[in-house]
């Protein structure tokens, strides 16, 4: 098997390409056949990866969650395997694959509407810091401080949605809401711990759903969900489905694992055991140290 390295070289602000040199001599000292390529453009990393379709090859991810999202809308359907570099500002999905010492586990994956997703989807006040995070980039904030930068910033400018919600049809939700989160991994954010008890093979989305709150308890209720202690919340209800819809009369912000999709409708359902991933964390730990 070929190792295929699809790069974003704007990743963690230029982090990915240091890594990407490591990568070609650790890939030269172990006489590995690899292809490494540098995306230019939104969309690119998948169109790369589906050239692949008709092969069995590793093809790796280096970049942060938005970029693995668009290698696995390529690798979804095909015999490759996919693999995780860290290499962005967040890298929330990698803290939970992480966690699994299987080398080549087979994972659940989420889709929504048309498009895959390998770690979590939100609207609410999250989603729009996470569409607010292209602002905050443009600005002289270092990477690590970017997220908290939109969190702030967001929280002077929500206006609160009312949603209707189904959760597997027999759980209906209607009203304003701070939060709606669907989650097939533990992080997100760049390290809030939304679902800490989630699986990636237990064919099962865990569902979060947050009434609208005073904006006043929004930090601590932020606080809480940094720590993975939210559950506990009142206002925060927590379901188990295969299968959530959700709708609004208004556009809605949806982040899908870092990416921006904008719509007044959504479907979202649990596609379990679909994706085999390369999880050699040794050769990971040699491409990142």
Known sequence: MKHIFIVNPISGKGNALKIADKIKKVCEKR??????????????????????????NIIYSVGGDGTLNEVLNGVVGTKNLLAV?????????????????????????GKINNRYFINIVSIGIDAEVADNVSLMKKRKIPPKQIYNASLVYTFFKYKYKDIDLSIDEHEQRKGKCTILTICNGQVYGGGYKIAPNARLTDGFLDVYYVEKVNKAIIP??????????????????????????????????????????????????????????????????????
């Open 85 to 109: 570099v860290p290499a962005g500002s967040g890298n929330d999905f990698y803290k939970t694959l992480s966690k699994i010492d299987e080398k080549t586990p087979t994972i659940d994956i």
């Open 31 to 56: 006489g590995l056949d690899y292809e490494m390529y540098y995306t230019e453009y939104p969309g690119e990393a998948k169109r790369i990866a589906k050239k692949y379709i008709f092969s069995k």
């Open 220 to 289: 601590s209720l932020i606080n809480m969900l940094k720590k993975g202690i939210h559950e506990s919340h009142n206002k925060v209800h927590k379901s188990h489905a295969t299968k959530v819809k959700f709708k609004c009369d208004k556009e809605l912000v949806c982040n899908i694992d870092g990416e921006i999709m904008k719509d007044k409708k959504f479907s979202v359902k649990i596609i379990p055991n679909s994706l085999t991933i390369y999880n050699d964390k040794e050769l990971i730990k040699e491409f990142i140290k």
